[in-house]
């Protein structure tokens, strides 16, 4: 019979791999809360209607990449490519934004039948956080600041900010006019996919990596000379209070994000260290996304990052980061195990990781066991031990003689030698 493997672009995460996951989501968790962010959990699978109508139908994300199915209900399923649509389909649909203003976080698995490449899967996890009922540069400031803190936190540095705004939907009209006049006189030198958004979608022909389009764009109008004057004073104060800050940024009147419910402010953080995929943090405000699925008008600004290339890059800068140590191995070579598992089972309610050896065998090749995980200490109880009412601690990983504690006393005597460890910086316990 034939191995099955796993699907394309979607990958296991082997125990090897989790500490650093563990590691960077504790930030996220972490900063979030700090700010006073609230954790929301939606569905993996939404209706296909909701991300059509907010994402937008020119977009490649709907046009091709969806995982998108009809159930036994004959109801169009689809598997969520993105979270932002999904958090404000929540929040309208249980009224929490209903005369108040929310600040939300987000973690967990998204869906993209993309090609698979370095830092970009079919199967993909987010972290994202979402402010909505604010209109002001202030939130804009702040969602920054958020980002900007997890960077510090994880140690991650050469991040390059960059941001832009697109205005209002009547600055957008203007400007999309005058775009589109600008690239049709110029369409035989875009390529195909331009020349199927240029009446369509044309804004997206900005974020259009092709060199000889982007070449032809040097030249086109810029959307900032469209601005209403309370929108270039909402961005410039954004500006003011990022420099204010301490944040460096630069302004990219090309970046426009590749989703259709973006307005105003836009960024993005990127870098030059994970290949084609620079961003690594994008968002930007979607204030009309509510009102069009249906709630009531309601302001709102958030961004995503993707969790792979995040942890890429805290392997690329960071030291190696450490697991928690199994503290004591339990060996019993006696007929009865009771008394060494009730000993794990109290080192245990002390917050101590344990392992008891199962399946038998000679204590040399229980102890090697023990020594190739990584253990702390080995407690061994023989059938001397269990004669004299002691358990033998032995420190594996120096050269510290072995002991023979009397039962009662082995626990704390345990707590006292992993303390010893710890002040002596050989091993890390973690609250």
Same mark, same amino acid.
């Given at each position: 019979?034939?191995?099955?493997? @796993?699907?394309?672009?979607?990958?296991?995460?082997?125990?090897?791999?989790? #500490?650093?996951?563990?590691?960077?989501?504790?930030?996220?968790? #972490?900063?979030?809360? &700090?700010?006073?962010?609230?954790?929301?959990?939606?569905?993996?699978?939404?209706?296909?209607?909701?991300?059509?109508?907010?994402?937008?139908?020119?977009?490649?994300?709907?046009?091709?990449?969806?995982?998108?199915?009809?159930?036994?209900?004959?109801?169009?399923?689809?598997?969520?490519?993105?979270?932002? #649509?999904?958090?404000?389909?929540?929040?309208?649909?249980?009224?929490?934004?209903?005369?108040?203003?929310?600040?939300?976080?987000?973690?967990?698995?998204?869906?993209?039948?993309?090609?698979?490449?370095?830092? &970009?899967? &079919?199967?993909?996890?987010?972290?994202?956080?979402?402010?909505?009922?604010?209109?002001?540069?202030?939130?804009?400031?702040?969602?920054?600041?958020?980002?900007?803190?997890?960077?510090?936190?994880?140690?991650?540095?050469?991040?390059?900010?960059?941001?832009?705004?697109?205005?209002?939907?009547?600055?957008?009209?203007?400007?999309?006019? #005058?775009?589109?006049?600008?690239?049709?006189?110029?369409?035989?030198?875009?390529?195909?996919?331009?020349?199927?958004?240029?009446?369509?979608? $044309?804004?997206?022909?900005?974020?259009?990596?092709?060199?000889?389009?982007?070449?032809?764009?040097?030249?086109?109008?810029?959307?900032?000379?469209?601005?209403?004057?309370?929108?270039?004073?909402?961005?410039?104060?954004?500006? @003011?209070?990022?420099?204010?800050?301490?944040? @460096? !940024?630069?302004?990219? $009147?090309?970046?426009?994000?590749?989703?259709? !419910?973006? @307005?105003?402010?836009?960024?993005?953080?990127?870098?030059?260290?994970?290949? /084609?995929?620079?961003?690594? +943090? /994008?968002?930007?405000?979607?204030?009309?996304?509510?009102?069009?699925?249906?709630?009531?008008?309601? $302001?709102?600004?958030?961004? /995503?990052?993707?969790?792979?290339?995040?942890?890429?890059?805290?392997?690329?800068?960071?030291?190696?980061?450490?697991?928690?140590?199994?503290?004591?191995?339990?060996?019993?070579?006696?007929?009865?195990?009771?008394?060494?598992?009730?000993?794990?089972?109290?080192?245990?309610?002390?917050?101590?990781?344990?392992?008891?050896? +199962?399946?038998?065998?000679?204590?040399?090749?229980?102890?090697?066991? /023990?020594?190739?995980?990584?253990?702390?200490?080995?407690?061994?109880?023989?059938?001397?031990?269990?004669?004299?009412?002691?358990?033998?601690?032995?420190?594996?990983?120096?050269?510290?003689?072995?002991?023979?504690?009397?039962?009662?006393?082995?626990?704390?005597? +345990?707590?006292?030698?992993?303390?010893?460890?710890?002040?002596?910086?050989?091993?890390?316990?973690?609250?």
């Amino acid at each position: 019979m034939k191995n099955i493997q @796993s699907v394309r672009g979607m990958n296991d995460l082997l125990p090897d791999q989790i #500490a650093v996951w563990h590691r960077v989501e504790a930030v996220l968790r #972490a900063v979030s809360e &700090r700010y006073g962010y609230q954790e929301i959990r939606t569905p993996m699978v939404e209706k296909t209607a909701l991300f059509t109508q907010s994402i937008g139908d020119q977009t490649d994300i709907v046009e091709k990449e969806m995982y998108t199915f009809v159930d036994a209900g004959e109801e169009s399923l689809t598997l969520r490519p993105e979270s932002t #649509a999904s958090t404000v389909r929540a929040c309208i649909q249980h009224g929490l934004i209903h005369n108040r203003q929310i600040r939300l976080w987000y973690m967990g698995p998204m869906f993209r039948r993309e090609r698979p490449q370095r830092g &970009r899967y &079919r199967q993909f996890h987010q972290f994202g956080i979402e402010a909505l009922g604010w209109p002001g540069p202030d939130i804009d400031g702040e969602i920054i600041r958020v980002g900007e803190r997890i960077w510090k936190e994880l140690g991650i540095q050469g991040l390059v900010l960059e941001i832009n705004a697109l205005g209002s939907e009547r600055s957008r009209a203007a400007y999309r006019q #005058a775009l589109t006049g600008f690239l049709t006189e110029r369409k035989d030198y875009l390529d195909e996919v331009s020349r199927r958004r240029l009446h369509t979608n $044309p804004l997206r022909i900005l974020d259009n990596k092709n060199p000889g389009v982007q070449e032809i764009l040097k030249d086109a109008p810029v959307l900032q000379d469209f601005m209403e004057t309370d929108e270039q004073e909402h961005f410039e104060s954004l500006c @003011s209070s990022l420099e204010q800050s301490g944040i @460096s !940024y630069r302004i990219n $009147p090309r970046l426009v994000r590749g989703l259709d !419910y973006y @307005s105003g402010t836009v960024f993005e953080w990127i870098t030059d260290q994970l290949g /084609a995929q620079s961003a690594v +943090c /994008a968002g930007g405000r979607y204030d009309k996304l509510i009102a069009n699925r249906g709630g009531k008008d309601t $302001p709102g600004i958030g961004f /995503a990052m993707g969790l792979e290339r995040l942890i890429e890059l805290v392997m690329l800068q960071s030291e190696k980061v450490e697991t928690q140590p199994i503290h004591a191995y339990m060996i019993d070579l006696t007929d009865r195990s009771d008394i060494t598992t009730r000993i794990a089972e109290t080192l245990r309610d002390r917050g101590l990781n344990v392992i008891e050896h +199962c399946g038998g065998g000679k204590l040399k090749n229980q102890l090697r066991k /023990a020594d190739q995980l990584g253990a702390v200490l080995a407690l061994i109880r023989g059938q001397d031990e269990a004669e004299s009412g002691v358990v033998q601690l032995k420190p594996l990983r120096d050269n510290k003689p072995h002991s023979n504690v009397p039962v009662e006393e082995v626990v704390g005597q +345990c707590v006292k030698t992993l303390m010893y460890y710890i002040e002596q910086e050989k091993i890390h316990i973690k609250n």
